[in-house]
């Protein structure tokens, strides 16, 4: 069957999307985008009301992207878990991802169940800083954004190309996000759902005394979560 005519499909629209260089930063807005992808037209408002990992990798066909792929692909409903999306990026062709996928599923057994977004003219690695304006060539770095319900950007990390992703630190990454937001708490370094959580530390000398006589520092105190009650009063 013969491919479409790229003329009578669009592949990205560029409407919206930031001129500025660089990549967008924490608490920004994500650039909206319109495009094609492995599993039909996707929007950046699509996603609205859910979170999104938005990452991307500089090639098809490349051996770090596929272990990745491979990963994100098994961990796909522990994400849905969490109640957020997975989408990925690459300049190459829709017609190049199709052939990866179904590669990955011959050779893996594994379908890759979400969509990869093509971004041939670049403007969508552009407009999230993944491709600096005057790049010579479409070459990128191993970049994720975190998105949340509202669009607004939560966490950014930055990969070279010869270093895989973690997912389990993503899913972590995410599951953290979410408790921080729900309980109005902080997470120590290395921490798992069901793990004691970082306390809001008091706002007055009062319940500082009352803190330090329990035994702790004023600043620090972990424990578990807090009633979802007492989350709402501390907000």
């Known amino acids: ?5 790229a003329a009578e499909v669009p592949r990205v629209s560029a409407e919206g999307l930031s001129s500025r260089a660089g990549p967008p930063l924490l608490h ?12 039909g037209e996707r929007s950046l408002s699509g996603y609205r009301g859910q979170w999104l990992l938005l990452f991307s990798h500089p090639a098809d066909f490349t051996p770090v992207c596929t272990s990745e792929f491979v990963a994100f692909a098994r961990n796909a409903e522990r994400f849905a878990a969490l109640g ?9 062709s829709l017609f190049s991802h199709l052939a990866w996928i179904r590669s990955i599923h011959e050779q893996f057994g594994v379908k890759i169940p979400f969509p990869i977004i093509e971004d041939p003219s670049m403007a969508i690695a552009r407009a999230y800083g993944m ?6 060539d479409a070459a990128m770095v191993r970049a994720v954004f975190v998105i949340d319900p509202e669009g607004i950007i939560r966490a950014i990390s930055w990969y070279p190309m010869t270093t895989g992703r973690s997912v389990e630190e993503l899913l972590r990454l995410v599951a953290a996000l979410q408790t921080t937001d729900a309980h109005h708490v902080s997470t120590p370094e290395g921490w798992h759902p069901g793990e004691d959580v970082i306390l809001p530390a008091p706002l007055t000398a009062t319940d500082a005394l009352e803190r330090h006589e329990q035994g702790t520092d004023w600043y620090y105190r972990s424990g578990p979560l807090p009633a979802p009650a007492q989350a709402r009063r501390r907000r």
Do not use: K
Not at 28 to 39: G, I, N, Q
């Open 131 to 136: 491709v600096v304006p005057n790049a010579p």
């Open 28 to 39: 920004d807005p994500a650039p909206e985008f319109r495009a094609r992808t492995t599993l």
């Open 84 to 92: 957020c999306e997975l989408l990925a990026l690459s300049v190459d």
């Open 1 to 5: 069957m013969p491919a479409p005519d």
